[in-house]
C-alpha cells in the first residue's frame, strides 16, 4: 500500500486480519486511507482472525462497492490464499469451494485483470484453493 499511499489515481483495497493480533502488525488499520492527494484511495478492511466466507463476502462487497466508485481501467488482484482453512498461519477460516465463490464475486466486476498469487504457504489444498479461485474467475 505504501507505493501509492499518496496517489489518487491508483486505489489499493487490502482485505486481511486485523493487524491489532495478525500480520502485518504495523499497517493496514481501516484509519489508514492515503494521505495527501491519495486520501481516500487506499482501504484496509481488517477482519478477525477465523473469518469464514460469509463475514468475509460482506467485506468483498465493501471493497467491490469502492472499486466500483473509481472505476478502474484494470483490476491487479493480489490473490492471498492464505486466507484458507487449512493455511499453517490459521489467519482465516475460507474453505477451497469458497474460493471459487469469491472468483465469481470478483469476476462480476467484468474488469480486465492480473491475478498476482501473493499469500498462501505449503499445505495439502494450496493447488485446490488456486485452482477453486481461477475457476470462479473463469480463467
Known amino acids: 500500500e505504501a507505493i501509492f499511499y499518496d496517489r489518487a489515481d491508483v486505489l489499493t483495497v487490502s482485505i486481511h486480519a486485523h ?13 489508514e486511507a492515503g494521505r495527501g492527494e ?50 499453517p498461519f490459521k489467519g482465516f477460516a475460507i474453505e477451497t469451494a469458497d474460493f471459487a465463490g469469491l472468483g465469481g464475486i470478483i469476476a462480476g466486476l467484468g474488469l480486465p485483470m492480473l491475478v498476482v498469487q501473493e499469500g498462501g504457504y505449503p499445505s495439502g489444498n494450496l493447488g485446490a484453493n488456486l485452482a477453486s479461485l481461477l475457476t470462479g474467475l473463469g480463467a
Request: glycine share 10%; with cysteine.
Open 38 to 87: 491519495g486520501e481516500g484511495f487506499n482501504l484496509n478492511l481488517p477482519l478477525e482472525r477465523g473469518t469464514t466466507f460469509e463475514p468475509y463476502c460482506a467485506a468483498l462487497d465493501t471493497a467491490l462497492e469502492r472499486i466500483g466508485q473509481f472505476a478502474p481501467d484494470v483490476l491487479v488482484l493480489a490473490a492471498g490464499l492464505d486466507i484458507a482453512v487449512d493455511d
Open 19 to 31: 493487524p491489532r493480533r495478525f500480520y502485518p502488525f504495523f499497517w493496514g488499520y481501516p484509519e
